[in-house]
């Protein structure tokens, strides 16, 4: 099958090595590569003769101006499939997005999925949960030398070669038109992740539950976390920890 990837970060440059060990013909997209979903420059060569399409690009902002982006990024690979015949649509998503309208960026990917379940082409759409790459980055914009405040919302973190080898199912079978959430096995709240991160890291300081703390201080409730029919990836957060200590 040939596939186009689009987009060539975390999960798009991994997802692109696991189609082609999987015997598939992958072109990967990017800005890097020549093709602007913005503008369209580039699609057309990027989609020839694919039958899917994998979309896992994000915007560059994470403000109010994600929402156009979407508009205009989803517009332009959805007619550029149509004219090159793809015949199946995947993007990744995120569980909850559905359920935290207070979040701009959220909202813009509730559009994105929106947008692609009105296109002529059949779909995928693969939500996950918070990735486990992410979860220092998000202690660090609420740490200081001296402790790191985290709220108590409930998470439910993946490894991204977890959402890798998901995506590479979905996009390799028959469109799903509809919603695939993916989430690790395990759930926690989001402070209890910090401790256990640090405890990992050998990291002194303390974590302060903080319900006012970061980004996902908005987020009420279990939203965040999966439901029962979920896939439930396999990597467990604390094995994983081991296996990075120094990174």
């Known amino acids: 099958m040939k596939i186009t990837v689009i987009g060539t970060g975390l999960i798009g440059s991994r997802l692109a090595a696991v189609l082609e060990k999987r015997g598939h013909d992958v072109t990967t997209a990017s ?23 994998v979309n896992v690009t994000n915007s560059p902002t994470f403000d109010d101006q994600s929402l156009a982006f979407f508009r205009t990024t989803v517009g332009n690979l959805l007619a550029a499939g149509e004219k090159a015949g793809v ?12 359920q935290v309208p207070q979040l701009d960026y959220y909202r813009a990917k509730l559009l994105q999925e929106e947008l692609l379940r009105g296109g ?22 609420t740490s200081d030398d001296s402790a790191v405040r985290l709220p108590a919302t409930p998470v439910q973190p993946i490894a991204a070669d977890d959402v890798v080898d998901a995506l590479a199912d979905v996009a390799t079978g028959a469109p799903l038109d509809g919603i695939l959430d993916v989430a690790g096995p395990d759930r926690f709240t989001l402070d ?34 999966a439901g029962p029919a979920a896939r439930l990836a396999p990597t467990h957060y604390r094995d994983w920890l081991r296996t990075t200590r120094n990174g």
């Open 120 to 141: 002529a082409t059949p779909y995928s759409i693969v939500r996950a949960t918070q990735f486990f790459e992410f979860m220092e980055p998000t202690m660090s914009w």
């Open 192 to 225: 209890e992740v910090g401790r256990i991160t640090l405890a990992a890291r050998e990291d002194g300081r303390p974590v302060v539950t903080d319900g006012r703390a970061g980004l996902f201080a908005a987020v009420q409730g279990d939203v965040l976390t």
């Open 31 to 53: 800005l890097s590569s020549g093709v602007d979903l913005l503008t369209g420059a580039g699609l057309d060569a990027a989609l020839a003769g694919a039958h899917t399409v």
């Open 87 to 98: 015949r199946h649509q995947v993007v990744l998503s995120i569980v909850g997005v559905d």
